[in-house]
């Protein structure tokens, strides 16, 4: 349900307990991570995990997103921005899907086997010698640029919490 707390209109307890918990994920799992070579010689059994809790939770957040339980845009004044909202919502969203399927594949590809918190997951394409290739290049440089996009949301939600003082940071606080 979504609630109501002194006119500003909250996410549901579910949406605002997973979007913490993937914000944690995420810098989990970049402090976790390892280059080609390492993850070969050892693989970051901890690196895979909390990347794919980050899959996980991204499909009942999207499932609850899409039955309503994102509360409406704060601009309805500013169509721009609005749209500029949306839109930034809907990058993170894929980055949230295609980084740990991108990182899975670079992890088949470099012939290691990946599991989630102990369970053992089956490779998702086959293995090569040298290279894992330009998915795996982009799971790289995508790992790093999710924090940049996160950087600049948390920029924008300031922005609006202190600007606008539309109080968007407490649509979205555990508190
Ligand atoms: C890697 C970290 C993060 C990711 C991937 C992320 C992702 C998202 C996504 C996808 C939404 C839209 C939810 C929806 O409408 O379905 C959202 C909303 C929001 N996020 Fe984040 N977030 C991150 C970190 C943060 C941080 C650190 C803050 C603290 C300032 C923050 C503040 C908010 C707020 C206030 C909203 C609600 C915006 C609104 O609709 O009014 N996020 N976040
Ligand atoms: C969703 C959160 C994830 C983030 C933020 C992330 C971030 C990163 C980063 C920054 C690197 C580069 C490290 C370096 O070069 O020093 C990397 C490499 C790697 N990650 Fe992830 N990752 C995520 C999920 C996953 C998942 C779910 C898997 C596997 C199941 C995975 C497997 C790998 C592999 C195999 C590499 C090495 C790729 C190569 O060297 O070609 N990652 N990751």
Do not use: C, K
Request: hydrophobic share 55%.
């Amino acid at each position: 349900m979504i609630s109501r707390n002194s006119h500003v209109v909250r996410y549901s307890t579910v949406m605002i307990a997973v979007h913490w918990m993937t914000a944690f994920l995420i810098m989990a799992a970049w402090i976790t991570s390892e280059g080609g070579r390492h993850v070969v010689a050892n693989p970051p059994l901890l690196h895979f995990s909390f990347g794919l809790a980050v899959l996980v939770l991204v499909v009942p957040r999207l499932v609850l997103h899409f039955l309503g339980q994102t509360p409406p845009a704060l601009d309805e004044h500013r169509p721009g921005l609005a749209l500029a909202a949306r839109i930034g919502h809907a990058v993170l969203y894929a980055f949230l899907i295609g980084l740990p399927l991108s990182g899975w594949y670079a992890a088949s590809r470099l012939g290691v086997s990946v599991s989630f918190f102990g369970i053992g997951l089956p490779a998702i394409a086959a293995p090569v010698q040298g290279a894992p290739g330009l998915i795996a290049e982009i799971h790289e440089n995508a790992g790093t640029v999710i924090l940049y996009l996160a950087g600049l949301h948390v920029l924008m939600a300031g922005w609006h919490h202190f600007v606008f003082r539309d109080g968007t940071l407490r649509r979205m606080s555990p508190f």
